[in-house]
């Protein structure tokens, strides 16, 4: 079987056709794809739709964030998905400082685009002042890729300066109705990323030629600045699983992971092919230099003590 050439659809984001809520939690994600088409490759994927318009409904916290800004997206995404209005303390493990200190990319670069940005320009992502829990579905996670989604947390870490922290196994399964609040399960603070090895049949985004999802769920006060609070990345074992009996298929499955948590820290696709946000991801290299730029730019997201 011929070595394939991996394609990744266009990230898509949109807005319901509703009034602005008060609270907003917003996932916004990127959706990856590979597939066999012989020696041609397909540069128009279909697309699918991913975009899922979570909010909160009233009654929960009091925002007093100042109003700014647009709500994402186009006006073709599918109307929103109400989900669970409980939300946990606010600045739950957050410092007063960021976690980390990463090192600035060693070459600059501009070949980088951000999934969200606030109304004054600023890329959305996590708070660099708390570390971003993640547990992992190991459920049909592939032989041999145990240490795949480590190594890629490692990388991302260092570009970003996220302090990650592995809170084990988890059964959850992945749901595009996703709490971003569980107390039942993780206690007191925002759910974990959660990290799904998982199948078309579980995660329908997967279907087709999909081989993983990637994204995050912002939360903002009354349209004020928005800050990502929890995520997820879904991965396609059954075709993961065949991409690593392919001499390079760690390096192949590595690229796969680390593009995901390139969405899921808030970076969109490029039309630079050398990036790993390239939607293609022809020879699997890790981060180029404006993929490192714009985690490096996500960095610098505020410390959220009021989320
Ligand atoms: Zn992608």
């Known amino acids: 079987m011929q070595r394939r050439p991996p394609r990744h659809a266009e990230p898509t984001s949109g807005r319901s056709g509703t009034p602005r809520p008060r609270y907003r939690l917003v996932l ?35 925002g007093a964030g100042p109003g700014e800004g647009a709500v994402p997206g186009d006006a073709e995404a599918p109307p929103a998905a109400e989900v669970s209005t409980a939300a946990p303390p606010a600045g739950v493990e957050e410092a007063a400082e960021p976690l980390l200190t990463p090192a600035p990319p060693a070459v600059g670069s501009d070949a980088y685009h951000f999934l969200l940005v606030n109304g004054d320009g600023t ?35 260092a570009a970003t300066g996220i302090s990650f922290v592995y809170d084990g196994t988890t059964d959850e399964q992945p749901s595009a109705q996703r709490p971003p609040f569980q107390p039942d399960g993780y206690g007191a603070r925002w759910a974990p ?36 609070v929890t995520g ?39 039309d630079d092919p050398a990036q790993l946000m390239y939607p293609e991801i022809g020879t699997p290299e890790g981060l180029s230099d404006g993929d490192r730029n714009g985690l490096y730019e996500l960095s610098k997201a505020a410390c959220r003590k009021d989320l």
Not at 130 to 140: G, S
Not at 219 to 224: K, L, N, P
């Open 232 to 270: 997820g990345l879904d991965l396609d074992a059954p075709q993961i699983a065949d991409e690593l009996l392919n001499p390079d298929g760690d390096k192949y499955a590595t690229a796969v992971i680390l593009h995901e948590l390139g969405h899921v820290m808030g970076l969109d696709h490029v």
């Open 123 to 157: 890329p959305v992502g996590y708070s660099p002042c708390r570390p971003l829990h993640y547990v992992v579905n190991t459920d049909l996670e592939p032989d041999g890729a145990a240490e795949l989604v480590p190594r890629a947390i490692e990388t991302i870490s």
């Open 28 to 62: 916004v994600a990127g959706l990856c794809v590979a597939g066999v088409f012989g020696a041609a490759v397909v540069l128009d994927d279909p697309r699918v739709k991913q975009f899922l318009d979570l909010r909160i409904g009233p009654g929960t916290r009091q």
């Open 193 to 228: 990323l959660l990290i799904a090895w998982t199948t078309p049949e579980v995660a329908p985004q997967l279907k087709g030629p999909v081989i993983g999802t990637g994204g995050s769920t912002h939360f903002s006060f009354d349209g004020g600045p928005k800050t990502f």
